[in-house]
């Protein structure tokens, strides 16, 4: 095999810095992607996806940034609430890079440098907090870091879009503390509500006998009422037709007494008491009365005579 000559060797050597030479200044970016020129160390441009020209051997590529929205772990830390109880917190992290050249030269490692501000503002945030608070109120613990990361992350080029905390966990003992605190709250409320439910029930039951015994009360005053309206009506009758008049009343209540009494069919005896004869002679002195004819004369008494209608004193006669 000949020799190569210093004129091939020398055509292959140029060959070979020329694809090196077209190879360092061809940069292909991916999407979603940024990267940074730097020429002879310093910061001068940035490159947008796709295919981009450098002056090879002068410019390179400093930073390849990652303009995507991503998500950032924040490991579990014990922290420390307002009252002295310790919980453990992790959480996550929405960010995204609007300034490369902020994020690339303006922070030695975006990364780590929020990972780091996100663990101590959530110490920050908590620690201001009871652990009722703590544990109830999440979405007020969120905003806030929200906000605190947000403005810390400008000077650095990101934006933080979303801050979510995923676990707040109290220790085991004090779970089972809160536990039996939650139970014996619940036993209380229980027998509050009962004691609530009997009482109303008592006041309802007294309510009830108030109402009662009023309208009884107005009862009785309307009846008591009516029989005061009637005996005025009987006494203003009275002395507007006279005795008679009112013989004829009694008379008259009487009879129908003593009807419903004769009328009863369990009753086979009807005692006449001794008073009725000179009953009997008041109302036919009323009948006659009404008739228009001079009064008769009272019949006699149960001692001088008989009684109308086959009647004696104080004997009973049988119905049947």
């Not at 940069?27 to 295919?51: D, I, K, N």
């Amino acid at each position: 095999m000949p020799e190569l000559s210093l004129t091939s060797i020398v055509l292959i050597a140029l060959l070979l810095l020329a694809v090196l030479t077209v190879a360092q200044g061809i940069r292909t970016v991916p999407q979603g992607q940024v990267w940074t020129v730097e020429r002879f160390g310093a910061f001068t441009r940035l490159l947008s996806p796709g295919l981009n020209l450098i002056i090879p051997f002068v410019d390179r590529v400093g930073h390849k940034l990652n303009v995507q929205e991503v998500v950032l772990d924040i490991p579990e830390q014990s922290v420390i609430t307002k009252d002295n109880a310790t919980v453990a917190v992790d959480g996550i992290v929405y960010y995204r890079v609007m300034d490369p050249a902020k994020a690339a030269y303006a922070v030695q490692d975006l990364t780590q440098a929020l990972v780091a501000m996100a663990m101590t503002n959530i110490r920050a945030v908590i620690g201001e907090m009871d652990l009722d608070q703590t544990l109830s109120s999440r979405d007020r613990i969120n905003t806030s870091l929200l906000t605190i990361l947000d403005g810390a992350t400008d000077p650095w080029g990101a934006k933080v879009s979303r801050v979510e905390i995923r676990k707040i966990e109290p220790p085991e003992t004090l779970i089972r503390a809160m536990n039996l605190q939650m139970t014996a709250e619940r036993e209380r409320r229980a027998s509050v509500a009962k004691a609530e439910g009997e009482k109303q029930a008592l006041v309802l039951q007294a309510e009830g006998r108030r109402d009662a015994a009023m309208r009884d009360a107005e009862a009785r005053e309307a009846l008591a009422q009516a029989e005061a309206n009637a005996t005025k009506m009987v006494a203003e009758a009275a002395a507007g037709a006279g005795a008679d008049a009112l013989r004829y009343f009694i008379a008259e209540k009487y009879v129908k007494a003593f009807e419903a009494m004769a009328a009863n069919p369990s009753s086979r005896l009807v005692v006449v008491p001794m008073e009725s004869a000179a009953l009997a002679g008041g109302i036919t002195q009323a009948m006659e009365l009404l008739r228009g004819a001079a009064p008769l004369p009272p019949p006699a008494t149960p001692g001088g005579g008989g009684v109308p209608g086959g009647m004696t004193g104080g004997r009973p006669w049988n119905r049947a």
